[in-house]
Nanobody, 116 residues
Framework: QVQLVESGGGLVQPGGSLRLSCAAS????????MGWFRQAPGKEREFVAG????????NYADSVKGRFTISKDNAKNTMYLQMNVLKPEDTAVYYC?????????WGQGTQVTVSS
């Protein structure tokens, strides 16, 4: 059974930093595309950043380019999202995603709140 478990969310002031983690288990994730998505209250879930599990190709939403960095540790089966210079508009529930063709898995989400 595939499990994606996010951690690292919390309350941070504008300009601050957080690092989210996504621990993946239940299968081999070779060839999967891993990603972070977020959903703010009253808004649709949106893409934040993605990375290939087998290679280091990354891509980012324009709104987070230069501030967020996605990375992974294959040995630990863990993906990360380093978030710097956080803004109030980054406030959302952040979800970990693993996708390969029709197989699409989600974590339960972790809340990130950026407020003074």
């Amino acid at each position: 059974q595939v499990q994606l478990v996010e951690s690292g969310g919390g309350l941070v002031q504008p300009g601050g930093s957080l690092r989210l983690s996504c621990a993946a288990s239940g299968r081999t994730f070779s060839n999967y595309v891993m990603g972070w998505f977020r959903q703010a209250p009253g808004k649709e879930r949106e893409f934040v950043a993605g990375i290939s599990w087998s290679w280091d190709n990354t891509n980012y939403a324009d709104s987070v380019k230069g501030r967020f960095t996605i990375s992974k540790d294959n040995a630990k089966n863990t993906m990360y999202l380093q978030m710097n210079v956080l803004k109030p508009e980054d406030t959302a529930v952040y979800y970990c995603n693993a996708k390969l063709g029709a197989m699409n898995y989600w974590g339960q989400g972790t809340q990130v709140t950026v407020s003074s």
